[in-house]
């Protein structure tokens, strides 16, 4: 079954301990991404990745890091987790980098930072 | 870069009503507008997309329709269900340079619909 799989689904922890949310996508694409969604704001960009070795920031990358080291994996780093970044994040993934690409998203990691 | 705005936040129908959620955008050279819905507990679904070319696309109880000119589309649901109870975010895709193009997207749409 084609899917993306981000994991853990939910993750209570404290202001400034690293943490890292894995996301895996078995369907070969090149694109990845990480999305933040809050309340009232809906779904903001933090980083994507066009290919292995190929990232860049979105809208909110503040705070967050990356790597894309092998094509089905791109994993978000907290390196410094604090309290703004409780949120709701979903990773996605499309085919290619061009137009008219249908993305694929995760079920979500709800990350509560105290 | 491309702003998209989304109406209304949340939208209350009666079971078999149609609902309308409509979307504009800023940029006239985005040229991809997908719809996705999202239940709970759950990621975002693509449930139907249009290409800037096409101005209206159908599928069963969905449809979409684009005007260009004006900037905005709209997705239509007929014959609402229970199960059509979700949030609903319309996102336009525009190119960001360096071979890539980003999806913004609208705010969401909490629909729900009343048995």
């Known amino acids: 079954e084609a899917q993306v799989t981000q994991n853990p689904r939910y993750l209570i922890t404290v202001t400034g301990k690293k943490l890292t949310v894995t996301c895996s996508q078995n369907m070969n694409h090149e694109y990845m991404s990480w999305y933040r969604q809050d309340p009232g704001l809906g779904l903001r960009q933090i980083y994507y990745?066009?290919?292995?070795?190929?990232?860049d920031k979105g809208d909110v990358p503040e705070g967050y890091k990356v790597s894309r080291k092998e094509k089905r994996n791109f994993p978000l780093i907290l390196e410094s987790p604090s309290p703004n970044q409780t949120s709701l994040y979903f990773c996605?993934?499309?085919?290619?980098?061009?137009?008219?690409?249908?993305?694929?998203f995760g079920d979500g990691t709800r990350l509560s930072i105290l | 870069g491309e702003n998209v705005e989304q109406h209304p936040s949340t939208l209350s129908v009666q079971e078999g009503d149609s609902a309308v959620i409509k979307c504009t955008y800023s940029d006239s050279a985005s040229n991809y507008f997908p719809w996705y819905k999202q239940e709970l507990g759950k990621g975002p679904q693509l449930i139907i997309d249009?290409?800037?070319?096409?101005g209206e696309k159908k599928d069963q109880r969905i449809a979409v329709t684009l005007n260009k000119t004006a900037k905005h589309f709209s997705l239509h649901i007929t014959e609402t269900q229970p199960e059509d109870s979700a949030v609903y975010f319309c996102a336009a895709s525009l190119y960001s340079g360096a071979g890539s193009y980003q999806l913004t997207f609208g705010k969401g749409t909490k629909l729900s619909v009343i048995p």
């Open positions: 990745s066009m290919n292995v070795e190929v990232t």
């Open positions: 996605a993934s499309r085919r290619g980098t061009g137009p008219n690409q249908p993305q694929h």
């Open positions: 249009i290409r800037s070319n096409v």
